[in-house]
């Protein structure tokens, strides 16, 4: 739920809400047609690729619509396959009601008791409930677990198996941490629970009832095209980093705004009902220790308090939103990634309208922060290239001193090195211990990871050539 992604944390900043807005007109007042102007120059003004957003209101879809081309060239619309993320956990958690209203799970009931093979090597993970996976407060971290072996499993039994050599940081039902492992343990949960395939299950009990027909988890069939990364203002099209050819409960769900607005509809305990109103409210409801729910987060949206859950799956973006006592929905999708988020730029924009505010046209936030990103780039290689031709004068004037004063002059210029090295341990720490590799900051963070290759490339052969010419002028005296 974050208005940057995880590279601009990096950078210092932080969550930008709008102001409280002013007593709202009446939320009927909002039109179509009023709501198509505002999306329109909102891509318009955010350059991005495609987007698609839904927005619904009592039970009936206000607006669905699509905006832009996908990378096939296909004009986005309302029915555009869209991966949605993190906010797949939202599905999930609902899979998980289902079976808990039919008896075949509790909440507050261990779950070794219906999946045994989830095993760590921390005797507390037998105290791990369902409700806690579902509250991500069970324990689980990022940092205490091999998630690189895990995301590599075939099957989630698989991925659950790999879990086997972590720990916990914490005692269940203490501390809220964030992790996909939560939500993978959960889907694990419904195909034992369930007897069938996650994906099977969701398309079974979730999707076909509410007639989400162009909504499935691990279907090849429901796939959607590539999505886009920025590169200092240049959209290019990439394939994802890793699929989920098993369903995916922590991110696996494709969707379109149509289905979405069904799907809001629902949440806000309109429409088709999926589990009872005890069981919404649970998922709703935040824990004991966090201000998440299940797959839910309270959240304050334009003064408004809402219920939001965001994701980003390298060139994927979305936000979900829902006020369950006015009734809105809102859905914001685009087949794109960057180091700024605009889809919550997008959705506070909605979120002011149906307040009968004067929403501000999101836009140029992204594209300023790669256009300095890249001017930061020219002047770390220009300076590389200075710090290379003027390393003899520079070691003239150092000549005769000792080589630890010779070392702290070269502090400065090896500094960006040193960052570099400890980049993904830094974003890591950034994002509350988010286990974030390599690969990962290839992606979205691809302008913020290229200029700090450049500044540390830069640095370092200015730092050897400064190194070599001391030397130098030293042997000849």
Known sequence: MKKMQLMTLALGAGLVLAPAAPASASPAELESAAVDAYLTRAWESTALPGMSVVVTYQGKVVHAAGYGRDAAGRPVTERTPMRVASLSKSFTAMAVMTLVEEGKLALDEPVVNRLPDFRMADPRAEEITVRQLLNQTSGISDATVDLGAAESAPSLAGYVAELGSGKLAADPGTRWAYSNANYETAARLVEVAGGRRFGDYLKERVFEPLGMSGSAAGDPAVRPADGFNSLFGVWMARSELRDFPYGGGAGGVVTNAA?????????????????????????????????????????????????????????????????????????????????????????????????????????????????????????AAGLGVLGVRRAGPWAARRAGRSGRRVALRLVPVLLPTVLLALYPATISFLMNGRTITWEQLTYHAAPLTITLVVAAVAGLVTGLARLRAWRSVGSTR
Do not use: C
Request: hydrophobic fraction near 40%; charge should be negative.
């Open 259 to 379: 289905d979405m607005g069904k799907w809001l509809i629902s949440q806000t305990g309109r429409g088709r009902q999926l589990v009872g109103a005890e069981s919404l409210a649970a998922m709703h409801a935040p824990s004991e220790v966090h201000d998440y729910g299940m797959g839910w987060g309270k959240q304050s949206v334009n003064g408004a308090d809402m219920l939001v859950h965001a994701g980003n799956l390298f060139t994927y973006t979305a936000v979900e939103a829902i006020d369950p006592e006015t009734g809105y929905g809102f859905a914001v999708m685009t087949n794109s990634a960057g180091l700024y988020d605009d889809t919550y730029d997008v959705l506070t924009g909605l979120v002011a309208m149906s307040q009968g505010d004067t929403p501000r046209v999101p836009g140029g936030d992204r594209q300023l922060i790669e256009v300095i990103l890249g001017l930061v780039v020219l002047a």
